[in-house]
């Protein structure tokens, strides 16, 4: 008898927490929410064309400001905006045409809700450089196998704090991954909400990994969303397990942005 009412109880409990996240998803995403994703299908320039889907998904809890959840794993979805590959021009002393890559966030998937995606990309990371990121490489020096985030803040398991080259501690690592107050840098600016991070360190900003490629845009107030990536040696790529960090856009940007 005690054990039907505590299954009762616990059955109750968990359709009131349903209820109660269902009620929390907002209908759009405030800043300065972030949300480390991971590319799921790799996109090329020379073989890519408008409209083209780009897929993603979130690679740690995100935790919303009014309480709500998105879990790791949520689907990510845009689309490919242009795509110019790159063709080599032999001309002697020519000076070579720059191909180009343009993507869009669209939105992400919460549930059975879609938000959509007003960010811009504060970082990004090719696969080698993100891999790099999860290697554990204990030795006697470092029997913890601490990890460094691309960027260069340190992870240590079973240790709450997260530092920097410094040894300042500018993050935490908890359950749900690693969190910190975003902190300016390059062309990113800082923030004084806990945010989630992956594997990103708090001041990472720009583009890792992706040589003879620059980005003329990462999301702006007059291009939310938006990504374009150039090169004059080869066509632009994002390869399949390439991460990186979105940032949500304040919302005067939003308004501005429509």
């Known amino acids: 008898m005690i054990r039907t009412t505590l299954i009762g109880l616990l059955l109750s409990s968990t359709a009131m927490i349903a209820q109660s996240q269902n009620k929390t998803i907002p209908a759009e995403l405030e800043a300065p929410t972030t949300l480390p994703i991971v590319f799921t299908k790799t996109i090329v320039a020379n073989h890519s064309h408008v409209g083209d889907a780009v897929t993603a998904k979130t690679s740690q809890v995100v935790l919303l400001s009014n309480g709500a959840v998105i879990p790791s794993g949520a689907k990510v979805t ?3 905006v242009a795509a110019n590959g790159f063709s ?3 001309t002697p002393y020519a000076r070579q045409k720059a191909s180009t890559l343009t993507i869009k966030f669209d939105s992400v998937q919460m549930g059975e809700s879609t938000l959509p995606l007003i960010t811009m990309v504060r970082a990004m990371a090719d696969p080698i450089t993100s891999e790099q990121a999860h290697f554990i490489g204990a030795t006697d020096i470092d029997p913890q196998g601490t990890t460094t985030q691309i960027g260069g803040d340190e992870v240590t398991p079973r240790v709450s704090e997260v530092v920097n080259r410094d040894g300042d501690v500018v993050g935490y690592n908890k359950r749900g ?4 107050h975003l902190i ?3 062309g990113c600016d800082g ?3 806990e945010v989630s991070m992956g594997i990103y360190s708090a001041s990472a ?7 003879r490629m620059s980005a003329t845009e990462m999301g702006s107030q007059a291009q939310p969303s938006t990504l374009t990536l150039v090169s004059t040696h080869g066509s632009p790529k994002i390869w399949k397990d390439s991460t990186a960090l979105l940032e949500v856009l304040p919302r005067q940007q939003n308004t501005a942005s429509r």
Do not use: E, N, T
């Open 177 to 180: 991954g690693v969190y910190a």
């Open 88 to 90: 080599y021009d032999k």
């Open 184 to 186: 300016a840098s390059g």
């Open 78 to 80: 845009g689309h490919v």
């Open 205 to 211: 900003c720009g583009l890792y990994g992706f040589g």
């Open 191 to 193: 923030s004084d909400v």
